[in-house]
């Protein structure tokens, strides 16, 4: 296998949402395959294994959260994000563990209707590129995310966050796990506590809204890299 420490660089057409923790570069890779093969969640982190370096201490993909990219002439810029939203379909007990004593439900109160159509707000974020480093198969990676569907945080199939262009360059180290201290994307937090984030309770591995969460310590939710460090291991 071909693993290298890789800067992937992605211009996106729309603004970036955020949920609760930045987008990490193990989950496109995982959209990706799944779309591409068609396999099971098990076969498909197996399939992951040969395109991005995994680390059996940790029990995660040497894959970072998102930066994003600014230059001297554009920054990051904060926007709103609504969309019409129903929740029809979504208050199905298949979506919800029981919150009350003895295993039962307890009444939810939805103002105006369950199937009222709602606004969603969310803060999305606009920068010029947006950046993401792993240890992994780099040209194989980068025909996997521009052949598939994939755009990068919340809402991506509503053209949220659309990969417009995708390059890479190679980088002497690799800084996909932390840097300098600072935790880059979600490690455990036992064994951990010295190394800076945020303290989560968070997926280890794709998909990041599955219920396997364990205490972590992520990367900052929103951070930037300018372009003029690109290049360098930082």
């Known amino acids: 296998m071909n693993l290298k420490p890789t800067r992937f660089i992605i211009e996106t057409g729309s603004p970036v949402v955020l949920t609760e923790f930045c987008p990490q570069f193990d989950s496109l890779v995982y959209e990706g395959l799944r779309q591409a093969t068609l396999?099971?969640?098990?076969?498909?982190?197996?399939?992951?294994?040969?395109?991005?370096?995994?680390n059996p201490f940790?029990?995660?993909?040497?894959?970072?959260?998102?930066?994003?990219?600014?230059?001297?002439?554009?920054?990051?810029?904060?926007?709103?994000?609504?969309r019409v939203d129903s929740l029809r379909g979504k208050l199905s007990s298949?979506?919800?563990?029981?919150?009350?004593?003895?295993?039962?439900?307890?009444?939810?109160?939805?103002?105006?209707?369950?199937?009222?159509?709602?606004?969603?707000?969310?803060?999305?974020y606009e920068s010029p590129f947006v950046c993401f480093d792993a240890v992994c198969d780099a040209?194989?990676?980068?025909?996997l995310l521009t052949n598939m569907f994939i755009g990068?945080?919340?809402?991506?199939?509503?053209?949220?966050?659309?990969?417009?262009?995708?390059?890479?360059?190679?980088?002497?180290?690799?800084?996909s796990i932390?840097?300098?201290g600072e935790a880059r994307r979600n490690i455990p937090l036992l064994g951990?506590?010295?190394?800076?984030?945020?303290?989560?309770?968070?997926?280890?591995?794709?998909?990041?809204y599955s219920d396997n969460k364990v205490n972590c310590i992520s990367a900052q939710r929103v951070s930037v890299i300018?372009?003029?460090?690109?290049?360098?291991?930082?």
Not at 192 to 208: C, M, Q, T
Request: proline letters at 5%; glycine letters at 10%; charged letters at 20%.
């Open 94 to 124: 298949k979506n919800f563990s029981p919150n009350g004593k003895g295993g039962r439900y307890v009444g939810v109160l939805t103002a105006g209707g369950a199937f009222k159509p709602r606004l969603t707000e969310r803060l999305a």
């Open 192 to 208: 951990n506590e010295a190394i800076k984030g945020i303290k989560s309770f968070s997926p280890l591995v794709p998909p990041y």
């Open 39 to 54: 396999l099971e969640h098990d076969e498909i982190l197996s399939k992951m294994k040969e395109l991005i370096l995994w």
């Open 152 to 175: 990068v945080g919340y809402d991506a199939y509503k053209g949220q966050g659309e990969i417009m262009n995708i390059s890479s360059i190679p980088l002497s180290e690799d800084v």
């Open 58 to 82: 940790l029990g995660v993909f040497h894959a970072s959260a998102m930066r994003f990219g600014i230059t001297s002439e554009r920054g990051l810029v904060a926007k709103q994000y609504i």
């Open 178 to 180: 932390t840097c300098n």
């Open 226 to 234: 300018t372009h003029a460090n690109v290049t360098r291991n930082v």
């Open 139 to 143: 040209p194989k990676v980068e025909k």
